[in-house]
């Protein structure tokens, strides 16, 4: 899948964009979206912009000396009630990116309107536990200077 479709989203200027749909599963007994699945909505806006960066998971862990990702932090402001049926775009924005972790903004949006966003920090870990280095490829990747990590 491109980086540049539908489904896997598109760049706007230094800004992932995934569309996402909010089904019966992502809701409370009230129709309102359950608090749980603003964290999957998130994670799936994260890995649609690091596949979008020539980065994919599966790739990572098939690498001589594997990679895994995973999340040490995460503050989520809940803003708007989002609802069954509302089409909402992720929004993922790299901050920063380090020897070890980077960082990332994130924002789920009904048109305008910020739904819910998030500050989110990720570490670079063997797939058996315990940090490591990013391979140097990946960090290319994730620098703001990289022509892989916008348009």
């Known amino acids: 899948m491109e980086a540049s479709s539908p489904a896997g989203g598109s760049f706007e200027a230094d800004e992932h964009v995934l569309p996402v749909r909010v089904y ?71 901050l920063a990116a380090g020897r070890v972790r980077f960082a990332a903004d994130q924002r789920i949006c009904r048109h305008e309107a910020t739904i819910a966003e998030a500050q ?3 570490v670079a870990i063997r797939p058996g536990g ?9 960090s290319r990747r994730l620098s703001p200077a990289s022509p892989l990590s916008a348009p």
């Open 24 to 94: 019966y599963e992502d809701t409370d007994f009230t129709g309102v979206v359950y608090h749980a699945s603003y964290l999957r909505f998130f994670e799936r806006g994260r890995t649609e912009f690091l596949r979008a960066c020539g980065i994919g998971h599966a790739d990572l862990l098939e690498r001589p000396d594997p990679c895994a990702f995973a999340v040490t932090r995460i503050a989520v402001a809940f803003r708007r009630p989002a609802r069954i049926d509302d089409a909402l775009l992720v929004r993922t924005r790299l």
């Open 120 to 122: 989110v920090e990720i």
């Open 130 to 138: 315990g940090p490591r280095r990013l391979p140097p490829e990946i």
